[in-house]
């Protein structure tokens, strides 16, 4: 265990010991001579040396001892090293119902700011795996923890967990409801500059994607619906009505420079490495614009037979898994310890402060010491 000083100019204080050592030494008893009849005749000689001699050493040492003890409080010290006995913890992810603890152990809620298990279970949506990784460098190092946690597990962030001590895993095994899979979007073409080469991707593309035919063009003027994916081969800048559906979260495909002004981000390339289509974001959407007229000969990419997935990904990216089996993110150990805090004296220092002032008081005032003064 080392001692270090939060603020070690507070030892300046140190210096206000000198008070009590100087009053003490002015206030020391005086003894007034006597003249006495006889004592004239006597023949003078050198006074002694007097002696520094400090009356009522016991409460000047008190003194000290209680500005000394001040002085410390002001350079805040703290104790590293010092062992922190806390008891196991058992945390519960909301949505369980609450174990019975064994006694003598902590239980808290898996969610921020980790409340006790008294409390109402807190609604969270930060992941698990990431409240564990905090969970484990808050609790001193060699705290028991027992975690569960329902089974299939929720809340993960695409990383297996990695704490710095071994955890007690236990999954409770809990009805999963299965999320309905979205469908594949609906192309909408507008009919003006599609050419028959094409609608022919198109189509493929669109049967690729759900097995249906592609839909009839679109007139000039409508624009598509939620959910649809636009499709603007004119060489012309999408009309107002088309800008104002893609920046509220719509996507279109382009093949015009046009149709995406600015510079955009490569998102496919073919096999050779060229560009197939560069994204434009716009707003909280997207256009997608093609680098050469839609036809085999020109973008050879479009015979490739993972082109429609890989496009599709890009229109319609794919959520991150939600839902895995609680045994297969069991956190792994080998993560760093948590760094140990150390102790504030503060408390203690304070404690022992308030004893010398009574002391200090009691000796200062008890009657003794005015009958002997």
Known sequence: MTLSLLFPLGLLALASLLVPLLIHLARRHQYAPLEFAALRWLRAKARPRQRI?????????????????????????????????????????????????????????????????????????????????????????????????????????????????????????????????????????????????????????????????LPAPLATAAVPEAGQVGVWLADAPLPPGW??????????????????????????QDDRGNAAIVRHALGRGQVLRFTAALSPDALPILREPSFPRRLLEQVQPVPPPQLAPAAAHAPLTGAAAPLAQPRDLSPWLLLLIVLLFAVERWMATAPRRGASA
Not at 245 to 260: E, H, M, R, T, Y
Request: charged share 15%; no cysteine; proline share 14%.
């Open 53 to 213: 001699r400090f009356d009522e050493w016991p409460l000047l040492l008190v003194r000290l001892l209680l500005l000394a003890a001040l002085a410390v409080l002001l350079a805040r010290p703290l104790l590293h090293g010092a062992p922190v006995q806390t008891p196991p913890w058992v945390v519960v992810a909301p949505g369980l119902s609450p174990p019975t603890l064994p006694a003598g152990s902590e239980g808290r809620w898996l969610a921020p700011g980790f409340p006790p298990l008294q409390d109402t279970a807190p609604a969270s949506a930060q992941p698990l795996a990431s409240l564990l990784r905090e969970l484990d460098q808050s609790l001193p190092k060699g705290t028991v923890l027992t975690v569960y946690v329902p089974d299939p597990m929720p809340g993960l962030d695409g990383e297996r967990p990695r704490l710095s001590r071994a955890v007690q895993w236990r999954p409770v095994a809990t009805p999963v409801v299965v999320p309905v899979q979205n469908t594949a979007p609906q192309l909408r073409v507008v009919g003006t500059g599609a050419t028959p080469s094409a609608l022919r991707v198109l189509d493929a593309v669109q049967r690729a994607w759900g097995g249906q035919a």
């Open 243 to 268: 800008q104002a559906w893609v920046q509220a979260g719509g996507s279109v495909l382009g093949v015009s420079p046009k149709a995406a002004p600015g510079t955009g981000t490569t998102v496919l």
